[in-house]
């Protein structure tokens, strides 16, 4: 697979950084991640948003605007003929001098993965509740500290994914967002300082028409009253969650409310 | 400069991680920073104490023992001709097979660079009061968001450093631990959530026995109350704080109390 690094294309195995890079030493950079269906980024412009979006929050320049950005990405799909993909768009903090100071110019890179989405509407998973509020919450950066330290922990639980909750206000995921689904069949989806995913903005633009649905702030207590609930992102578009902290939810499948959400959403994706 | 890479030194311009690094990818690693002098690592034992404590915090496997590490070191000096020098252990997640899992093996990145301490007692610095604690606070892992994000906001302010609290509760600066004098003339240092520095240990340890000197939960209000206060690091030892959020402290120099104990931790350290 080929990268893209700042002007050049190289092979995966020449894609490298100096180790003065601000990543390496501090841990200091963002990113995105979007998917192509047939060669096609899908949500192209809110991902150059949000990305943009997070450079600005974290002070670091982007050499590249977003025509240019946009080529890059179109010439590494040609150039490694992947179409149904994965694409990460990683700024760093630069080569910085002293080790600690942002450089004057950051490293960009863009990686492209083999990657079909999951349709199978059956599968669903289980997940463990933990008290963590990330830092720049609006901000995709690079620190992932908690969530890669928690996975032996979570394994060990035999859930497949962390829903973290600050002092008992539910959060997100570490990589998606979160919705519940409430007594009144409302579809609930926390509101304050989290990641916006995009595919979250896009179920809560387009289901709002179908379906009763609100972002609001949640408690650990209303999770204990949940019905249904699910998890967003750009790898999972809509994934049921039926277990929560050992409960089942909704007889351990997928519930009728999510379900309904999904086949109406992935016509909204795919056509 | 050369710079060792596992089992591998490398010129400075052909140190390179490949992009998979989890350092890269998610921020997640570790690092021990020492100083040398005369050729000869200061409070070694001490610094690989912590190196390897940091890396079972934060789950991360170290191929090296420290035998083996310590030869790196002494190899890596002996190759620069670099006698005075700051010499930086970093060890990384590895290349992560789906970037988000610890790899079986780390990266572990030896660099060394041309330091010699200020050991101008006259020296004093001013310091800006933040609210933030740092996740997985005893270990010294790669998260610097805060820090580097705040300095900007630090320079603007004509500040030279930042103290974090904790909703009040006093922690520590980004690279250095923070001590107080107080009304009775008692040497008091935060004692809980913080990174326990290696010259925080040694004046703790020689200080004790020349002054009143206690580890405590210090508060914003202690702050307040302050005489005289001062910063301890490998880089600095011991550098005395006059301005505290615009507030003079013993008339913009270093106290009597900071002074006195300088110069005999000058002592104990240089002999």
Redesign the interface.
Known sequence: MF?L?NDTIFSE?E?????T?????????IFDFLKTVGGKPIFLEDHLDRFYSSAEQ??LNVKQNRSQLTEGLYALIEKNKLFESGI?I?L??GYSPD????AAESNI?V?QVDFVINRNFEKSIGIMTYDYQR??ASAK?????????L??VMKERGDDDILYHDNGMLRECPRANFFMVNEKNEILTSKSNILKGVTRKHILKFGSQNFKMDERELTMDDLRHAKEAFISSTTKNILPVTRIDGRTLSEGKPGPVTGALMEEFDRYVYG
Chains 1, 2 share one sequence.
């Open positions: 990268v690094i195995e894609a490298t950084l100096k180790i890079d601000l990543a390496i030493q501090r841990g200091y950079g974290m002070r990460r990683t760093t903090g080790g600690f100071n942002i890179i990686t830092q720049f950066t690079l620190d992932y500290l908690k969530a890669i330290w996975q032996p």
